[in-house]
C-alpha cells in the first residue's frame, strides 16, 4: 500500500487586477490515493487571503502561507497546524514579509527558519526581497530576524522590469546558501545562511537581457540549476562550481509564434527529466537533463489541460504530475512515464476555484 499522500491547495479568493477572477477558497488540504487516482477534501480555511505560495513542514504538520493582496504594503506569511487525525487546520499566527506581493516561500533544510521571497510593486513600506523568520517551538513564526533588498541594473523591458523583482528563494541541496531569481535584475543571487538567519551576498549570475527568472528546480548533485524564465519563456541552465555559478544555456520552453509567459519548473525525482510550464500555451515542456553536463535536450510540449498553469507538483514517487491550472479551475493529474519523462492527461481532475499552489506531502 502506497504511503499517505497529502495535497496542500492554495486558491484565490480576492480580487486582484493582475488575476482573472477569484473564486478559490482560501487554504484546503486533500487526502490523495495515487494508486486509485482518488482524492478526499480533509480541511479548509477560508480566513487567510489569497494564499498564492505554499509550503510545508511534513514533520510537524504545518503548512506556512503567503499572502498576496493588491494595493498592500506589506504581505503576510501564516501558519496552520494540519492534523491528519482530526482532520482539521487550525491557526497559529502570521507575520508582515516586510515587502509588498509576497510571491514564495520555503522551509530551511535544517527547519529552523521560513524565507519570504517579495515580489514587490511600488517602493512603500520595508521594501524587502528576502526575510528570513525563524520558526517557534509550535511551528509558529518568529519576527523576521533579517531581510535584504536586492538592487542592480535593470533589464530592458520596460513595463515588468522598473524595480527588482525578487521571485523566489531557494536553498541548495547541501543546505546553507541560497538561491534569489529576480525577475527585474535578470540574475540569480547567492546568499550564505547564517545559523542566526544572517544573509551574506556570496555570488551571482546574470541572464539574457529580458529573460525575467521566475522559478528554479536544482540538480540533488548542487551542481546544476535550472530558471524558468517567465518575459521570454525559455529555461535557463546555470552550473554551479565552488560558489560561482556560470549561464550555460537558454532554450525556449514554447512553440514558435506563441505569445506566452513561463511560470513554474521541477525536476524528476531522479533528476533525468526537467518540466517547466507555460501560460498562455498553456503547456508543460518536458527535457531530458543530460546527467553529465546538465545539458537539456527538448522532448515534449504537452498541454496543460487547462488555463495558465501557474504552478505545479510531482509526487514524490515521480508517477504522477499535478497542474494547478489557475483559469481552469483545477487540478489536472497526469500520469508521468518514468523511463521518458512523457505525461499523460489521466482525466482526471480535482475541481477547485482559481488553484495557484499545489504542494504534495507525506507526513
Given amino acids: 500500500m502506497s504511503q499517505p499522500l497529502y495535497l496542500a491547495v492554495g486558491s484565490l479568493n480576492r480580487e486582484a487586477p493582475y488575476f482573472q477572477g477569484a ?10 490515493d495515487e494508486d486509485a487516482l482518488g482524492w478526499t477534501r480533509l480541511a479548509n480555511t477560508s480566513t487567510i487571503d489569497n494564499p ?16 498576496e493582496v493588491f494595493g498592500w504594503h506589506e504581505g503576510t506569511v501564516s501558519a496552520f497546524r494540519f492534523s491528519p487525525a482530526t482532520k482539521t487546520l ?19 533544510r535544517d527547519r529552523r527558519f521560513v524565507l519570504v521571497a517579495n515580489y514587490s510593486m511600488g517602493g512603500d513600506g520595508p521594501d524587502q526581497s528576502v526575510a528570513v523568520f525563524p520558526i517557534r517551538k509550535d511551528g509558529g513564526l518568529a519576527p523576521a530576524a533579517t531581510s535584504v533588498r536586492l538592487d542592480g541594473p535593470l533589464g530592458p523591458v520596460a513595463d515588468r522590469q522598473e524595480r527588482p523583482h525578487a521571485h523566489i528563494v531557494s536553498e541548495i541541496p547541501e543546505g546553507g546558501v541560497v538561491l534569489v531569481a529576480d525577475l527585474g535584475l535578470d540574475q540569480v543571487v547567492e546568499y550564505a545562511l547564517s545559523n542566526d538567519g544572517t544573509l551574506m551576498r556570496s555570488a551571482s549570475v546574470t541572464l539574457p537581457a529580458g529573460a525575467g527568472p521566475r522559478h528554479v528546480a536544482q540538480h540533488a548533485n548542487g551542481r546544476f540549476i535550472y530558471i524558468s524564465n517567465e518575459l521570454d519563456s525559455t ?5 554551479r562550481d565552488a560558489g560561482s555559478m556560470t549561464l550555460k544555456q537558454t532554450l525556449s520552453t ?11 519548473i521541477h525536476l524528476s525525482p531522479d533528476g533525468r527529466f526537467l518540466y517547466c510550464s507555460n501560460r498562455g500555451e498553456d503547456s508543460i515542456a518536458c527535457f531530458m537533463v543530460d ?25 514524490p ?3 504522477h504530475v499535478l497542474v494547478a491550472n489557475q483559469n481552469g479551475d483545477a487540478i ?12 499523460t492527461d489521466s482525466g482526471r481532475r480535482i475541481e477547485i476555484g482559481t488553484p495557484v499552489c499545489v504542494r504534495p506531502f507525506i507526513p
Fill in 254 to 264: 514554447i512553440r514558435p509564434g506563441v505569445e506566452s509567459h513561463g511560470a513554474d
Fill in 317 to 319: 514517487s515521480g508517477r
Fill in 90 to 108: 487550525t491557526y497559529i499566527n502570521k507575520q508582515p514579509t516586510l515587502g509588498s506581493i509576497s510571491a514564495y516561500n520555503m522551509v530551511s
Fill in 52 to 67: 498564492t505560495f505554499l509550503s510545508v513542514n511534513a514533520a510537524s504538520g504545518v503548512v506556512y502561507a503567503n499572502s
Fill in 291 to 315: 546527467q553529465a553536463t546538465g545539458q537539456l535536450t527538448l522532448q515534449d510540449i504537452q498541454p496543460s489541460g487547462g488555463k495558465t498553469p501557474r504552478n505545479f507538483a510531482l509526487t
Fill in 23 to 32: 473564486r478559490g477558497e482560501g487554504l484546503t488540504i486533500f487526502s490523495f
Fill in 332 to 343: 489536472v493529474i497526469f500520469r508521468r512515464n518514468e523511463e521518458t519523462g512523457a505525461l
Fill in 235 to 239: 529555461v535557463s541552465f546555470v552550473a
